[in-house]
T-cell receptor
Framework: KAGVTQTPRYLIKTRGQQVTLSCSPI?????VSWYQQTPGQGLQFLFE???????NKGNFPGRFSGRQFSNSRSEMNVSTLELGDSALYLC?????????????FGPGTRLTVL | AQKVTQAQTEISVVEKEDVTLDCVYE???????LFWYKQPPSGELVFLIR??????QNEISGRYSWNFQKSTSSFNFTITASQVVDSAVYFC???????????FGSGTRLQVQP
């Protein structure tokens, strides 16, 4: 079974621009979560989507948003990029309804904001 | 609020040594899940183990073993006879039942020297 895939793997943007990252979950997984990893703040939860609805949200500004499609694929968008948004963005997927909520992670998208 | 503490920032051992990575957590919930993930230099988080709060049995998987003690709110991870391939950053994480948002510790970088 293929793992979680994320595109693109690397991205360079400039301040003020916006960016969209994509995540395809493991087949059959219906929940997708996003995390930001930086050297200063570590791994932080951004948000989680299930059945095309945002279920949980971390403590990030409204510039960070996401959505989920009917095939469970998810995108996250960051508008008006700031230097501090440079990070590794990790997507994770999990089954829902089994009582076992292990999240499996993709390889990440490394975003650099200049 | 939940919190996960990994006090060891970096550990360096010589191959074949045993090493224990510490994890201490805080939560007000009676039902929760604990996880360990490995992050090699490639960046992808690799799932190692999940434990729920009702299962305090220790687990062994090959060279890996985990010691869960609710009395001390700890979930420690031991690698026996370490190998160079074990070199990575290891993260301990916590989630509440019903919420798929993981709270991560700051990670422990393990370097295994040949």
């Amino acid at each position: 079974k293929a793992g979680v895939t994320q595109t693109p793997r690397y991205l360079i943007k400039t301040r003020g621009q916006q960016v969209t990252l994509s995540c395809s979950p493991i087949s059959g997984h219906r929940s997708v979560s996003w995390y930001q990893q930086t050297p200063g703040q570590g791994l932080q939860f951004l948000f989680e989507y299930f059945s095309e609805t945002q279920r949980n949200k971390g403590n990030f500004p409204g510039r960070f948003s996401g959505r989920q499609f009917s095939n469970s694929r998810s995108e996250m968008n960051v508008s008006t990029l700031e230097l501090g948004d440079s990070a590794l963005y990790l997507c994770a997927s999990s089954l829902v309804g089994t009582g076992v909520e292990t999240q499996y992670f993709g390889p990440g998208t490394r975003l650099t904001v200049l | 609020a939940q919190k996960v503490t990994q006090a060891q920032t970096e550990i360096s051992v010589v191959e074949k040594e045993d090493v224990t990575l510490d994890c201490v957590y805080e939560t007000r919930d009676t039902t929760y899940y604990l996880f360990w993930y490995k992050q090699p230099p490639s960046g992808e988080l690799v799932f190692l183990i999940r434990r729920n709060s009702f299962d305090e049995q220790n687990e062994i998987s090959g060279r890996y073993s985990w010691n869960f003690q609710k009395s001390t709110s700890s979930f420690n991870f031991t690698i026996t006879a370490s190998q160079v391939v074990d070199s990575a950053v290891y993260f301990c994480a916590l989630s509440e039942a019903g919420r798929r948002a993981l709270t991560f510790g700051s990670g422990t970088r393990l370097q295994v020297q040949p």
